[in-house]
């Protein structure tokens, strides 16, 4: 079985681990633990939705694939100065095939020192935080640099989670596993891509509408 | 504030409730609530990851919109037989915006009889399950009839989410949000909609090779 780690933090995007979970999940050769700080519940960021930590980072040694997703200030914040954290990322990293990371997850990354020198795509309105931890910001969907998959903000996590199913378990099972989803998205609105349209107005809304 | 009920039971599926979550719970004019059987955690239908519920149905009596994710067996079976649940949807539904579906939770709706003389989406291989609840298949990523709106399977929530947002937001508040959670999806293999990649080989991958 492949063992894929997915770190839960107190503050965290629902979507940012859930993303990449239901497409891993759904292979029988693959084992998912959401693993945390400690057993027990988190809450998103919004305080809306609790989720489980069901292993503790000090009973995981090691993971074939590592996820670190993101979320937003206060929770984030501790994340990226919480050094045991860092050093456990950096420990189930120096034995994994992939380390990944959705959304602002890549600073978490870039605070335990993997993303140094690398391209790594991240949430848009986080881009320049990765220049502090020694990466280059990338605007791909999912952005591959050596073993570091890192994906772009929030919904981006289910592109990367496929993309992860092609390489771990082969081209037929992840289409398969795409179908099972029936990911075969529609946006609504079409204003999901931020180069085009993280426009001056539409930003106001993001920054002093939403939560 | 709106109020939203998301109605989580053990072997649901994550992203059917955490796609429409993750646009709704953006906005700081909703207010959603996890409501289930009874308060505390539920596992989704391959036991990797707990959900809490917060709020029992029994002390939940009014929803503006009340979403009704699905799973599979044998939860999902629990949920089609489950006669108190179904007053309830009832209860809720009579009351409500809108009443809605994700993927099987169709079914759900179907048997609490809500969705009897309508059309409705569901994942695609629950298409005929649908005719017994008197509810003709819309092969539609997203199925309104009147005030029910239902998604085809997984993550068709997120385009529910998002197609809710704008009705209950407004369009530009909706199109913030689809930016925040930069929606702009680029999947991987390109095999998500059944009409043209359910094939033989690949369905039977599904059936026999995943969760």
């Given at each position: 079985m492949l063992q894929v780690?997915?770190?839960l933090f107190d503050g965290i995007t629902a979507l940012d681990a859930v993303g990449p979970f239901e497409s891993l999940s759904r292979s029988r050769e693959v084992e998912v633990s959401f693993v945390g700080?400690?057993?027990?519940?988190?809450?998103?960021g919004n305080?809306?939705?609790g989720l489980i930590v069901d292993r503790s980072i000090n009973d995981v040694d090691r993971a074939d694939v590592l996820i670190v997703p993101g979320g937003g200030a206060p929770g984030l914040n501790e994340a990226l100065t919480d050094t045991d954290?860092?050093?456990w990322i950096r420990k189930i990293d120096a034995a994994s095939r992939l380390t990944c990371s959705v959304c602002t997850g890549a600073l978490i990354?870039?605070?335990?020192?993997?993303?140094?020198?690398r391209r790594a795509s991240t949430h848009w309105r986080a881009k320049h935080a990765l220049a502090r931890f020694g990466a280059t910001y990338s605007a791909g969907r999912v952005t591959r640099d050596g073993k570091y998959m890192t994906s772009a903000g929030v919904s981006a996590g289910i592109d990367l989670g496929l993309t992860?199913?092609?390489?771990?378990?082969?081209?037929?099972?992840?289409?398969?596993?795409?179908?099972?989803m029936q990911y075969d998205p529609s946006p609504p609105f079409g204003t999901g891509n931020p180069?085009?349209?993280?426009?001056?107005?539409?930003?106001?809304?993001v920054e002093n509408r939403l939560r």
């Open positions: 780690a997915i770190y700080r400690q057993v027990g519940p988190v809450r998103t305080r809306a939705l954290l860092h050093t990354l870039g605070a335990a020192g993997q993303l140094e020198g992860m199913c092609g390489e771990l378990l082969g081209t037929e099972l992840a289409e398969a596993i795409e179908l099972s180069e085009h349209h993280a426009t001056g107005e539409r930003i106001g809304m």
